[in-house]
């Protein structure tokens, strides 16, 4: 987690600028001669969150974790699955990563399923079901349910795949959405026609 600035302005106050270079322990800003000889880039590979960044996560997961049913959806099973596998109309190599594969059986996931986390500043249920259209998030979710199925990561009856959306602004709230039967043949159709066009390219 990235901090404040460590340097001290010549005022002899703290610098409050947000740190990008890293040293030894310490961040510092961009501003010339705040950051000591030496401080750069984190190393290659980490991604840097600030503070409040940090602080949003949290009261994020803490509403997932206290809401009965979304929290019951992400446990019991394995979470960012990376998936690969061939498709076998096209015989392209595919892949994805896949936030949530529920190993759960109950009433919405009797067979497991796939399950995708999304943030969201919608403030209504029908906002965030216009942008989950207008993003493609069907395509998405057919995507990794049908992969996750040619992998073997899930059986051939396996539940419909799950959103559960959480608020980004105050009172984060969480509601768990079930892809219906002719949202996933809708993103089926969307995906199979992608990679049509990407088998066409390629030609």
Known sequence: TATACQAITKGGDGCKSAGSLYLEGKWYCRVRGHAPEGAGPPAAGLEVIAQDELELVRLCTDSVRSHKVASALLSGGKAEQEI???????RIECRGRVDYISGRVDYLTPHGGVIDLKSTRRETVREFVRDAASGLYYGQLAWYHDGATLA?????????PLIVAVSTTEPYDVAPFQLAPSALEAGRILYRDLLTKYQQCVA
Do not use: F, V
């Open 84 to 90: 690969e596998w061939t498709d076998p109309e096209t």
């Open 152 to 160: 073997g990561r899930l059986p051939a009856g396996a539940s419909q």
